[in-house]
C-alpha cells in the first residue's frame, strides 16, 4: 500500500538516526563537523528542518521535504557519509564492514516515520524536543544546547523572517566536560 501525503504538508518525517557504538559521543565531539555535513547536504538536496535534537549517540529529527519529492533515504546517506568522512575509521569494525570500505560510525539503518496529520506533526516535534530529558541529560527541554526547541519557542512568540539562521547555524561551544545524566525521569512511551 502507497502512503498518502500528509495533510500537515507535504513529505514531513521523523527520523531516528544511531551510532553503531550507544557509549559513543561522537555527535556531540564532533558536533561541527555534523552541522557542516548537514549544510552540505541541504544544499545539494534541500529540506526544512522543523525540529532537531542531537543526543552523544543518538539523533532525532523531523524533516519536511520538497513537493513530490520524498527521497530522504539519498539524503541521510549523504549526512552520514559527510560526517563520517570526518572521522578515523571506528576500531570495533567488523572485517565485512572493513571490506566494504565502511567506517562503522553509524548503524547501517534508521527508524523513519511518515507524518500523517497536523497532532502527529506536533507530537513527534514533541518527542524530539523532550528526548534529551526521556535520555537523562536535562530536566528541562530548554536546557539541552543541541536542540532546535529554542527555536521552536521563539517561532511561537515571533515570526521570523526568511533569512534568518536555522538551527544548524546556531553556534554552541561543544561539551567540553562529561554529561552528567540528572536522575532518571518518568518516560512518556514504553
Not at 168 to 183: E, G, M, Q
Request: a positive charge; hydrophobic letters at 35%; glycine letters at 4%.
Amino acid at each position: 500500500m502507497k502512503d498518502s501525503p500528509s495533510s500537515h504538508g507535504p513529505n514531513s518525517y521523523f527520523f531516528t538516526l544511531r551510532l553503531a557504538r550507544r557509549d559513543d559521543d561522537a555527535l556531540l565531539r564532533h558536533i561541527t563537523a555534523l552541522r557542516q555535513a548537514m549544510r552540505e547536504t541541504m544544499a545539494r538536496k534541500p529540506f526544512r528542518i522543523d525540529a532537531i535534537a542531537i543526543l552523544p549517540d543518538v539523533l532525532h529529527t523531523v524533516w519536511t521535504l520538497p513537493p513530490n519529492d520524498n527521497d530522504y533515504g539519498n539524503r541521510i546517506g549523504m549526512w552520514k557519509g559527510r560526517f563520517s568522512r570526518h572521522l578515523p575509521p571506528a576500531p570495533h569494525r567488523s572485517l565485512r564492514q572493513i571490506k566494504r570500505g565502511e567506517k562503522g560510525i553509524w548503524q547501517r539503518r534508521f527508524w523513519e516515520h511518515r507524518i500523517r496529520d497536523p497532532a502527529d506533526f506536533d507530537r513527534h516535534c514533541s518527542l524530539v524536543h523532550l528526548s534529551p530529558v526521556h535520555a537523562g541529560y536535562c530536566d528541562r527541554p530548554e536546557a539541552w544546547p543541541y536542540s532546535s526547541y529554542s527555536r521552536a519557542c521563539s517561532d511561537r512568540t515571533a515570526p521570523r523572517r526568511a533569512d534568518e539562521d536555522s538551527v544548524l547555524n546556531h553556534d554552541v561551544t561543544p561539551l567540553n566536560h562529561a554529561i552528567s545524566p540528572v536522575a532518571p525521569l518518568r518516560r512518556l512511551h514504553s
